[in-house]
C-alpha cells in the first residue's frame, strides 16, 4: 500500500514558461493527458482557455512534479437532473444553466498514485470555486470523468448529473451543499 502524502508535503504552482523542460518528465497511463500537459495546456492559458496548476511532493530532499489540475468556467443545464430541477424551482430559481467551475484535466503521475495527490487538487478545485463563487457567482464543481475514474470522483463527493450510458459522464458537486 503506498504511503499517504502529508498536506505539509504538497505544493502547487501556476504553470508557466519555467515548467517547460520539468513537465517533460511527467508519466500517466493516458496518453492524451501527457499530450495536454506538454503541447496545449500553456497556450490554452495564454488565450484564456483554461488554467493549470502543477502538483508538487516533497520527500527525500526532492521535490518531484506529481500531478496536474486544469480548470475553466462553465455550466450546467440543471434539467438534465430531476432532483436538482426540482430542489432550484422549489426557491424559485428558474434558470437553464447554473454557473460551474470545470475540472478540464486531472492526471497525478504513475509513480505517485494512490497517495491523495488527485484528492488534493480536488480539494484545491473546491476552494477555487469556492473563492469564485464570491466574485461572480459558482455553484458547482463539475468534470467529464474517464470510466476509469469514476469511483475516483464518487469518492470525492460527486453525483452523476444524468443516469444515461453516455460517455464520459457528466458528474457534478455541489459547491452550497457539501
Ligand atoms: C484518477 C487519478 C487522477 C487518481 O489519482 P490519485 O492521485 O492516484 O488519487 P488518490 O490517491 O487521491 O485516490 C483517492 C481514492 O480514489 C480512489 N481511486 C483513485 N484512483 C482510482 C482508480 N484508478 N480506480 C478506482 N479508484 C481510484 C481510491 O479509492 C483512492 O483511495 P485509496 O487509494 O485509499 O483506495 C489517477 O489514477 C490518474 O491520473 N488516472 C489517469 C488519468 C485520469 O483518468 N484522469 C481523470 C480524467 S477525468
Redesign the pocket.
Known sequence: MPTRVQPCQISYEKFSDTHSELIKSFQ???SD?VAFLCEDAFENQKRGVSVTYLFFIEENGARNLA?YITLLSDSIEIRQNKCLQTAFESKSIGYKTLPALK?G????DTR?????????MVKFAISIALDTSVIVGCRFLI????E??E??YL??GFRLLKEDCLK?KQLYLDLFIN
Open positions: 500517466n497511463q493516458e493527458l500531478g475540472i484535466r486531472i492526471a497525478t505517485f498514485q494512490r497517495r491523495g495527490i488527485a484528492t488534493a468534470v467529464d470523468a474517464k476509469a475514474a469511483d475516483f469518492k470525492n464520459p
